[in-house]
């Protein structure tokens, strides 16, 4: 990611309901949330405020929509909230390890990847 995407990240999450949406959307995983949802989910925000904020977020790259049936779906793009964090990072330790190993703690992912079983 180069800076002026970092930049546009940035200022689209800087916004309160566009941080709380992404953090939904990363919460609710790759299937995503429909629109109505999200909506629900912020206070019942009105579809047009909803929009404002979903049209920002997808601008920047950090959500996506796909249409299945009559509703849309927004799902957060975790490529983009990835290379967010690396290009915050890239330069952390400068040859000191222990400096960035709590923030390569706290990105630690909580969920154990499930066992394949082989029949």
Known sequence: MDEAHALAAFAA???ETRLRIVRLLVQAGPEGLAAGAIGAAMDGASSSRMSFHLSH???AGLVASRRE???ILYNAVYPTLSGLIA???RDCCQGHP???APAVAALSCACEPAEETHA
């Open 13 to 15: 999450l800087s916004q």
């Open 57 to 59: 977020l997808e601008q």
């Open 69 to 71: 049936g009559r509703s």
């Open 87 to 89: 290009f915050l990072m």
């Open 98 to 100: 222990e400096v960035c």
